[in-house]
């Protein structure tokens, strides 16, 4: 395996995904599938496009179910390691928590984002302006959802605003969860007590005068940490709105029609699905080893592994994780959410 660049990654991937929950109950918010992936994988994929073939995971949540997945990176052509907080450190404090491996410039991707983001662009642009600190920007409608970041012309930041009212909002770029940090930031972070990159060290940089730039991106973007956004990831992906060499294409439609089920053009189906003659699956994504039986319909949903759809059950917009039971002619209505092995009863609606 060869390794390329001297530039590192880190992935914080140590939250509670409790905004997720019930799906990351028993799966670590950083490995949940998406389109039948865990997620981390389409970070890795994307830290490999700038040649970054070693990177640190920032672990504390159930952090043996990652551990197991990705072992040592070889199996994904990566070099991973592992840095365990025993009590949660804060964004900031998860990156000093790495200290050992970082000796030079890192990347660092907040774990719960997607993005299609020129990230060797973004490098470049750090190492131009002789960055201490550069932070990705994306730009939103509504800005007083989230923490403001204000540039000048050269892109040097000026100025946070943190929620802003509409009277106070002068641009619309948000922290995206990304940077490129140099070594020498390791110096302003206190040891072993949380702390944030948001709320304490990038602005205390801005107060030392040093620094520290944004980047402006308007490649695709998504925190895919609540079920809305997770089930528009999906659609996104379906969609072609967002698009990676890693997303799996499911089994061949004519394979899975002998039965008489139909599959429509753009969901992806894994393997070791048993589709009933009459099932409609549409804009959908199943897990693998899903029983659906007749005529089930499943629109614009996310289905993980180990599922079992009984017959004449209608789907639409939700989300089920692993192991579940779906009874005959029961309904989920759009927003429902269940967690690993929920039974819903016959005829139930939800």
């Known amino acids: 395996m060869c390794y390329k660049g001297v530039m590192k990654g880190l992935i914080l991937a140590g939250g509670k995904g409790t905004r997720l929950r019930p799906l990351t109950l028993n799966t670590p918010k950083p490995i949940v599938p998406v389109a039948n992936r865990p997620f981390l994988l389409y970070q890795l994929d994307l830290m490999k496009t700038a040649g970054i073939g070693e990177i ?8 043996r179910k990652i551990e197991d ?8 052509d ?3 390691r592992y840095a365990v907080e025993s009590a949660p450190l804060g964004t900031a404090g998860a990156f000093r928590n790495a200290h050992e491996w970082i000796e030079g410039p890192t990347v660092v991707f907040n774990g719960d984002i997607l993005t299609s983001l020129d990230l060797p662009r973004v490098i470049e642009n750090h190492r131009k302006t002789s960055a201490i600190a550069t932070l990705v920007l994306t730009e939103v409608e509504d800005p007083t959802a989230y923490g403001l970041v204000e540039c000048d012309s050269t892109g040097r930041v000026r100025s946070f605003l943190e929620k ?12 995206a969860g990304i940077y490129v940090l140099e070594p ?3 110096k302003h972070i206190p040891p072993d007590r949380p702390f944030s990159f948001e709320r304490e060290l990038f602005p205390n940089l801005l107060k030392a ?6 980047y402006v991106s308007s490649d695709y973007w998504i925190d895919i940490g609540t ?3 997770y089930l528009q990831v999906h659609r996104d992906i379906l969609n072609g709105q967002f698009r990676s060499a890693g997303i799996p294409k499911g089994v061949p439609a004519p394979r899975l029609n002998a039965s008489g089920g139909r599959v429509d053009a753009v969901s992806i189906v894994s393997e070791g699905v048993s589709i009933g003659e009459g099932a409609r699956i549409e804009s959908s994504v199943i897990g693998t080893n899903c029983k659906i039986d007749a005529n089930v319909q499943i629109v614009d949903s996310v289905i993980w592994s180990g599922n079992t759809i009984d017959r004449d ?3 639409t917009s939700s989300i089920l994780g692993r192991g579940c039971y779906v009874g005959h002619s029961a309904t989920l209505k759009p927003g429902t959410i269940l967690g690993g092995k929920s039974v819903i009863t016959d005829y139930s609606s939800v």
Do not use: H, W
Request: overall charge negative; charged content about 20%.
């Open 56 to 63: 640190v995971l920032s672990l504390s949540y159930q952090p």
């Open 69 to 76: 997945l990705l072992k040592d990176g070889t199996d994904f």
């Open 78 to 80: 990566t070099l991973v």
């Open 164 to 175: 802003p009212g509409m009277d106070e909002v002068t641009c619309r770029t948000i922290n």
């Open 184 to 186: 020498e930031v390791l």
């Open 209 to 214: 005068n040093l620094p520290l730039y944004g």
């Open 227 to 229: 079920p809305a956004k």
């Open 313 to 315: 059950a209608r789907i």
